[in-house]
């Protein structure tokens, strides 16, 4: 049996908007995780030797925390179909797929890119066990080229502590295909950077990404949205080349309320933001004024926060975060990550 761990990823630069299949319309740079991640196992046994051998292209069953969930089939089964020119085996092998998070599943917090990434890197050893071969480096690209094919924001989290997708000019080997390990300098002010996830609202996300992707196909705004990724890629490049947290905190939080600009300006157009989120956001920007402590904040396609701050103010931001944003977190659940700096 086979078994990776994929971590989570949040991303500084978004993506939002792709082209192709599964392309990013701009690049974008994450932090991996490190305690919120997906393990999957898989086995695998050759369909020409069981019982009945099913009649579906794919055979496979999956399950997820111990139950076996039938609705995930449609989503896996449009990933075999993208990934089998790679790897062809995929049609001749009954696949036994298990999987669990290390969050709680109705957190709130995506768990496609993490599952993504554990089942593409399960798959990629079960393609060198039949006798592909791989060099390291081809292994963890096809990994997380694979993974994109899954999940665009997936291909950021099979590999690699801060990690890029898309091509960027500055950035040597980065690619639009799949992720890289961010190969520049990082100051060591990142090192475990803090990712404080308030779980804000734990429901289901309003809106696909998938669907919010395809929103930016006309979008008035996207041509300058896609040209800023890039100009704020560049400012990263120089924050994580000197510890610049003041321009690193301007172009993280001028990130995320541009996502959720864009979404609000598309047609149709949502507020994914909660009260909650406004009213944390109005916090973390009086606790900054106030103590001067760099700490900033992040979102995702929903209402939930992340709260990024460097390792050495771990402990007055968390009896923070515990005394007065609790409260603002739906159960006043939250989660403590980091950036894997190990991976
Ligand atoms: C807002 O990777 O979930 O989290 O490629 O359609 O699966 P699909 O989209 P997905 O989009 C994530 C978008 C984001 C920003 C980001 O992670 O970069």
């Not at 196909?217 to 704020?232: D, V």
């Amino acid at each position: 049996m086979i078994s990776f761990k994929a971590p989570s990823n949040i991303a500084l630069v978004k993506y939002w908007g792709k082209k192709g299949e599964q392309l990013p319309a701009n690049p974008s740079v994450s932090f991996t995780l490190t305690h919120c991640y997906t393990e999957t196992s898989v086995a695998y046994q050759q369909r020409s030797s069981l019982a009945i051998p099913p009649t579906e292209k794919f055979s496979f069953t999956f399950n997820f925390e111990g139950e076996a969930k039938p609705s995930f089939h449609p989503k896996i089964n449009t990933f075999f179909q993208r990934i089998l020119p790679y790897l062809p085996f995929l049609t001749d092998y009954h696949f036994t797929i298990n999987s669990h998070n290390s969050f709680p599943h109705s957190s709130g917090i995506a768990s496609s890119a993490s599952a993504m990434a554990a089942l593409s890197l399960c798959l990629m050893q079960v393609a060198q066990e039949l006798g592909m071969n791989f060099t390291q480096d081809q292994f963890w690209q096809q990994a997380s080229l694979l993974a994109r094919l899954g999940s665009g924001s997936a291909c950021r989290s099979t590999h690699g502590s801060i990690v890029v997708w898309g091509q960027h000019a500055s950035i040597p080997h980065s690619t639009d295909q799949y992720g890289i390990p961010y190969p520049l300098p990082v100051h060591p002010i990142f090192d475990q950077y803090q990712d404080t996830i308030l779980l804000i609202d734990k429901g289901q996300k309003q809106v696909s990404s998938t669907l919010g992707h395809n929103l930016m196909h006309g979008h008035p705004f996207a041509q300058a949205r896609f040209a800023q990724a890039h100009q704020n890629t560049d400012k990263l490049i120089q924050c994580f080349a000197t510890g610049d947290l003041e321009t690193f905190i301007q172009v993280v939080e001028s990130e995320a309320l541009t996502l959720h600009a864009m979404m609000q300006t598309s047609i149709p157009y949502f507020i994914l933001m909660r009260p909650n989120t406004l009213e944390v956001i109005q916090h973390v920007w009086q606790y900054r004024k106030s103590t001067s402590i760099p700490l900033c904040f992040t979102l995702d396609a929903g209402a939930n926060v992340h709260l990024l701050y460097p390792k050495k103010y771990k402990e007055e931001v968390q009896k923070y975060i515990q005394d007065v944003l609790a409260p603002y977190c739906e159960g006043k659940h939250y989660i403590h990550d980091c950036l894997n700096t190990n991976p």
